[in-house]
């Protein structure tokens, strides 16, 4: 099993910045790929961001250009930072680890951006 705490989130005006951290334990070792995804009021949980155990990444459409996935491996931690926040950035920020057999989730961080 693969645990997964997320940290950084809050409340910015529109156009400013925020980091948000997800720091692993566990079996990390067999982790294929590592996710942020977000959740609005009445909305499906979406893809913001992925990265790959090989270094790949992946970007929702909506925040190409604007956020970044990274990660510190002797941390143990995925980063997303997250630029130009815009009041539709509004959501619940989720960590996710895919392994073959199953995902784990992170339980979650609110970003608020207010215009």
């Known amino acids: 099993q693969v645990q997964l705490v997320e940290s950084g989130g809050g409340s910015v005006q529109a156009g400013g910045s925020l980091r948000l951290s997800c720091a692993a334990s566990g079996s990390i070792f067999s982790i294929n790929v590592m996710g942020w995804y977000r959740q609005a009021p009445g909305k499906q949980r979406e893809l913001v961001a992925a990265l790959t155990s090989g270094g790949s990444t992946n970007y929702a459409d909506s925040v190409k250009g604007r956020f970044t996935i990274s990660r510190d491996n002797a941390k143990n931690t995925v980063y997303l930072q997250m630029n130009s926040l815009k009041p539709e950035d509004t959501a619940v920020y989720y960590c996710?680890?895919?392994?073959?057999?199953?995902?784990?989730w992170g339980q979650g961080t609110q970003v608020t951006v207010s215009s």
């Open positions: 996710k680890a895919d392994r073959i057999f199953r995902s784990d």
